[in-house]
């Protein structure tokens, strides 16, 4: 067994590990957690596959920006578990029959014959000059130009949708005007009179 | 990429460190079979080069706090620490205060509070400083003086800063305290938020280097003097850089995380001994890490000022320290004038101003590149290409 495979192991372990413990730990945040520790192994065994492009972005955008936002929400959540648990027994067969389904469907894609080692195999190893950014970019720009902006498009409207649903002006807000702030001159608030002097009598 | 990560001793030159080295990795090999011999030595020269950035990095932490008290003391009028010194050396005093300062903190206990996630707790500071020493794996401190030259280095750099959130985010959930958690919550969306116009800036320099890998970089802007820095052509988002990275690691004027005098001490105030010392040892190699970078990206890394007889002669990885101090007096400068930011104003300078420059220049950016060369040629001042 190589130094590779034995990186391999290991990092699967961690994987599968740490994505059970996320649909069986009690405390939401620690699930939470758990699941960046899965991206993280994830990234780690698409290093091995020497996709660092993908592996780089993983961490970046979904432990760097979006699990972060998630664990944001989490912490401030008061959720009340046992109510959560409610229901568990009366939904299990209908969730089991899903899971079910899901796992034949994964099993016909990923062990028929489109995934066979005969189909795909293991990766040849690139030499060091070899970019994976820079082949990801040229075939995005080109070959899979359109569907490239379309997603973008799609991520665009989300995104408008988003600030427009939550988008308020409130009227009875009070904040300063910086740009008022700036431009006041003495006149407008500094009212000089003249006052006779008073003597103590 | 991981096969593409090599140790260079390119540096070490003369035959007889080679050789010393080729037999080193011969004695590895013979005892411990071919595959796995070569695997260790490459481990055990990994480790050292590792302790060789990691151990003068740590001094250097100590010492800019030092440099820190000092400076904002003689900037407001002060003397600051004078008391401390090595073996009684009177011109010393005051040296020796980061040492002490140390020990102390090392001998202190470190209390957990009741009702708090003792793991998690203690995982914290862990988690904060450990992405601030792994982004030193890619940083090259001169042509060939590098731990691991990638080809995505760029990329690697922001995913590892992109992570130091989560010490933070943890240690204030974990404290079971109100100010630590309003801190917590105040460093996650400040931090998110500074990351993107960080992110943008940093493409507009890829885009000038055409490459990810930080030594390529440095490379893009040889070329004679100081005039081929980036800096130059980019200097709007040089200005964003810098002070996202002042928002980045918490400091003043964007250090609402701690806010002294609204939430005590923000996401640490439950936090003493080692623990804290952790958290501060984050913050300020995450310092020295932001200056690095922008003395990588924007002023040219080891390259001189300019490449003339007295200043070329220096070697290169004194002048990438020149500006990494260069820039590390700014950030102390900014928290000895600068009154803090209130919170909104941080939300509205992020996405309302940085996000739109450096979008716009971001096409700017491209729409000049995309010009043919005659027109672009005739351009007056044409710093860009």
């Known amino acids: ?201 | 990429m991981l096969c593409s990560a090599k140790l260079s001793w390119k540096n070490c030159d003369g035959d007889g460190w080679s050789v010393l080295m080729e037999n080193i990795q011969q004695y590895f090999v013979e005892i411990f079979g071919t595959e796995w011999g070569s695997m260790l030595f490459s481990l055990a020269t990994n480790m050292t080069f590792i302790f060789a950035i990691v151990i003068p990095l740590l001094l250097g932490v100590a010492y800019l706090t030092f440099a820190e008290r000092k400076i904002i003391a003689y900037m407001q009028i002060r003397v600051g620490p004078n008391r401390v010194t090595f073996f009684g050396i009177p011109w010393l005093r005051g040296w020796g205060q980061p040492i002490a300062d140390a020990v102390k903190a090392i001998m202190k206990e470190i209390v957990i509070p009741t009702g708090a996630n003792k793991l998690l707790f203690l995982l914290a500071p862990v988690l904060t400083i450990m992405p601030a020493l792994a982004a030193w794996a890619v940083i090259p401190f001169s042509p060939e003086l590098v731990l691991a030259d990638i080809n995505a280095g760029l990329l690697y750099i922001l995913a590892m800063t992109s992570m130091g959130i989560y010490g933070i985010i943890i240690a204030g959930w974990a404290s079971n305290s109100k100010y630590a958690f309003l801190g917590a919550m105040r460093s996650a969306a400040q931090v998110v938020s500074y990351e993107l116009a960080m992110g943008f800036a940093l493409v507009c320099v890829l885009m000038m280097s055409q490459s990810l890998n930080l030594g390529d970089i440095v490379n893009g802007q040889q070329g004679g003097s100081f005039l081929n820095w980036y800096l130059i052509p980019l200097f709007p988002m040089f200005l964003v850089y810098l002070i996202s990275g002042v928002a980045e690691t918490n400091r003043a004027p964007f250090d609402v995380a701690e806010g002294e005098s609204e939430i005590v001490a923000g996401f640490h105030v439950d936090y003493s001994g080692m623990a804290f010392t952790v958290f501060f040892l984050a913050e300020y190699s995450n310092m020295i890490l932001v200056a690095t970078l922008t003395s990588i990206m924007f002023l040219g890394g080891w390259l001189p000022p300019v490449d003339m007889a007295p200043f070329n002669l220096i070697p290169g990885i004194v002048w990438l320290l020149f500006k990494i101090a260069f820039i590390l007096f700014f950030f102390l400068w900014f928290r000895a004038t600068f009154p803090r930011y209130r919170y909104d104003q941080i939300m509205r300078l992020g996405w309302k101003i940085f996000i739109p420059i450096t979008l716009v220049w971001i096409v700017l950016l491209g729409s000049i590149m995309q010009l043919p060369e005659s027109i672009r040629n005739t351009f007056p001042l044409n710093v860009w290409f």
């Open chain 1, 1 to 201: 067994m190589s130094f590779q495979d034995i990186l391999f192991y290991i990092f699967s372990a961690i994987l599968v590990a740490s994505a059970l413990g996320v649909i069986t730990v009690r405390n939401p945040v620690n699930s939470a957690l758990l699941l960046v520790l899965a991206f993280v192994t994830c990234a780690g065994l698409w290093l091995l596959l020497e996709a660092e492009f993908l592996a780089i972005a993983l961490v970046l955008v979904y432990v760097g920006a979006v699990m972060v936002l998630f664990l944001f929400v989490v912490m401030m959540l008061d959720i009340n578990l046992d109510r959560l648990r409610e229901g568990f027994w009366k939904w299990f067969p209908f969730g089991a029959a899903v899971a079910l389904i899901m796992v034949a469907e994964m099993s016909m894609v990923l062990m028929g014959k489109y995934f066979g080692l005969e189909e795909m195999p293991a990766p040849k190893s690139q030499d060091t000059d070899y970019s994976n950014t820079r082949e990801l970019g040229r075939l995005i720009y080109t070959e899979y130009v359109y569907a490239f902006e379309l997603a973008a498009v799609l991520l665009l409207v989300a995104m408008v949708a988003a600030i427009a649903l939550t988008l308020r002006h409130r009227e009875d807000k009070k904040s300063p005007n910086p740009s008022k702030q700036v431009k006041v001159r003495k006149e407008d608030r500094l009212r000089i009179i003249a006052m006779s002097a008073e003597k103590k009598e």
